[in-house]
Every structure is written in structure tokens, then in C-alpha cells.
């Protein structure tokens, strides 16, 4: 659907973001008055805006600044606009949000305006994808590496150290009235249906069905070949040769049970400890995302 008049608008940067610098050239060239905070001021930044009456809140940033900005507009008639500023984008890619900078700010104040999903874990909103076990081993590491060397060789080390450190846990899944239970070594939930094969496992399926997607990897091995596929995959390169069996389900809602009260869950990239269970669920149009026309239609 399209909105009839431009909504009134605020912008935010995230001035701690890699591509910063960037980010706040095409801002200012597209003529967007905005405001630079750090990511522990963003939320509440983002709420006082709203307070004071914008309809629509622009946010530059990787996935985990736009998830910040999404949990406070969800379900609500707040439209959100992106600039894709971060280093893998995926949300912004699924929605035909253009990674170019300078067309994203031109996009942020038009009028096109869809619907789009969002996951959560517990209470906690996710755009892309949620993990638990060795996916979450893996972005730790590369947290701790990265503070030293490139973001790339941060990731190679990091797949090294997971795959040298890879744990299984005890994992009961519930969903539709079914309860099953699992050794595992990584749980994987996708927002929307994701390919299962090499070289786009993990990507969202275009066109593809709504639901949560959920992955369950079991025993050592297999997620061994599980973690380094999805960590090749992030970075844009081939991370096995051949891919593990794995369950995987496509659901509504489904409660996770680890036997431990809480555990590092990962979101979009970020990890937050929550309290088990961990209760998932889709919830359907709960964004209103400002989005490129279709090709054609500019």
C-alpha cells in the first residue's frame, strides 16, 4: 500500500556504525535533518521522537540498530525507513531496500509503505534470525577477535575457535501440540521460510512462505559442517562442501526448553541472555517498511 501524504519524519544515525561516515553523507545529501546516537541512546531517542509526534522514524545502521528501532515501532501505525549502513544488511536486502546509501535517504521520505513480519524470542523482536549453540560460539568469538584484526579474518578465526570448542545440549522443541526432544549442537530460527541447501542456506526464500523456520542440527559432527556452512554464507563465501541432515519445521510458535534457567541467545547478529524457556512466535504485518517501488514502476 502507498501512504497519501509524506508522514512527518525523524532520523537517526547510529555514529558508532562502521559505515557512519557514508551514512551521514547520503543523509545530508538527500536532505534529511537527523540526529547521531550512540546505540545505548537510541531507543529511548527513538521513543521521544514518536512522543512528539512522527509518524516515521529513519534509522541508519546494521541489522541490530534497525531491530533497536523496530521493537519500538512494531505494531504500531510508526512507519520505518533504513539506511542499510551495516555490513551484511539481509533484512534490507529481503525488502528491496537498496544498499546504495544515497538512493536509501532519496527512499526514506517516499511514500511506498508494505507490510513485513517480525520474530520474537520471548519478548525480544528479531528481523532475520535467532540462534542458539554454535552459531552463538561463533559470533562471541568474532566479537573478541574483531577488536584486533579486520572483520573477515575476525570471522575466520572465529569458525576456527567453534569448531574446536562445539558443544551439544539437551533441546526440547514444542510446536503444534507435539513435543519433541533432541542432542543438539545449534538450533536455528529464521524469520519467514530460508533456503535449506548450499551456496543459499539460511538466506530468506523470496516469495516464500510466512512463518518462524526453525533448524535443529544433532550431535558434534554435523554441526560442525552446520556452523562453518552458515558462517561462509555470511561472509560471502563457500563454508562446506556438503551439508548435514537436519529437522527443520515451519511454524507459528514453538517453545525451546535448554534445562538451563537462562542461556546467550543470538538476534540479528546480537547476543542477549534471556530466561528459559524461550517462547517463539511470528507475528504477521507487524512493521509498516518504507521500500523502493518495483523495478518499472519508478
Known amino acids: 500500500m502507498a501512504t497519501q501524504t509524506a508522514p512527518k519524519l525523524k532520523a537517526f544515525l547510529n555514529a558508532a556504525g562502521g559505515s557512519a561516515d557514508k551514512a551521514r553523507e547520503a543523509l545530508t545529501k538527500a536532505g534529511l535533518d537527523f540526529e547521531e546516537i550512540q546505540p545505548a541512546e537510541l531507543g529511548k531517542r527513538i521513543k521521544q521522537a514518536i512522543d512528539d509526534g512522527a509518524k516515521r522514524i529513519v534509522v541508519g545502521g546494521g541489522d541490530g540498530t534497525i531491530a533497536t528501532a523496530a521493537s519500538i515501532v512494531a505494531k504500531t501505525d510508526v512507519e520505518l525507513a533504513i539506511i542499510p549502513a551495516g555490513t551484511l544488511n539481509h533484512f534490507a536486502k529481503d525488502h528491496n531496500i537498496p544498499e546504495d546509501l544515497e538512493k536509501a535517504a532519496l527512499i526514506a521520505g517516499a511514500r511506498l509503505v508494505i507490510r513485513a513480519d517480525a520474530?520474537?524470542?520471548n519478548d525480544s523482536l528479531f528481523l532475520n534470525?535467532?540462534?542458539i549453540g554454535?552459531?552463538?560460539?561463533?559470533v562471541r568469538a568474532r566479537e573478541r577477535f574483531e577488536k584486533y584484526v579486520g572483520y573477515r579474518i575476525a570471522s575466520f578465526l572465529a569458525v576456527?575457535?567453534?569448531?574446536a570448542r562445539l558443544r551439544t545440549f539437551t533441546v526440547t522443541l514444542e510446536a503444534k501440540g507435539e513435543k519433541k526432544e533432541y542432542r543438539s549442537s545449534m538450533v536455528f530460527i529464521g524469520a519467514g521460510e530460508r533456503e535449506l541447501k548450499l551456496p543459499t542456506l539460511g538466506n530468506r526464500v523470496k516469495n516464500g512462505r510466512s512463518g518462524l523456520h526453525?533448524?535443529?542440527v544433532q550431535g558434534r559432527g554435523r554441526g560442525r559442517l552446520f556452523a562453518l556452512a552458515l558462517a561462509g554464507i555470511a561472509e560471502g563465501t563457500k563454508g562446506a562442501e556438503k551439508l548435514p541432515e537436519f529437522d527443520d519445521f515451519l511454524v507459528d510458535s514453538c517453545r525451546i526448553d535448554l534445562t538451563r534457567s537462562h542461556s546467550l541467545?543470538?538476534?540479528d547478529g546480537e547476543l542477549k541472555e534471556?530466561?528459559?524457556p524461550l517462547d517463539y512466535r511470528i507475528e504477521r504485518d507487524?512493521?509498516?517498511?518504507v521500500v523502493a517501488p518495483p523495478e518499472g514502476d519508478e
Request: charge should be positive; hydrophobic fraction near 55%.
Open 119 to 121: 520474530g520474537y524470542a
Open 129 to 131: 534470525t535467532s540462534s
Open 134 to 138: 554454535a552459531y552463538v560460539t561463533f
Open 160 to 163: 576456527i575457535r567453534t569448531w
Open 214 to 216: 526453525v533448524m535443529i
Open 265 to 267: 541467545i543470538g538476534l
Open 274 to 276: 534471556m530466561r528459559t
Open 286 to 289: 507487524a512493521l509498516r517498511l
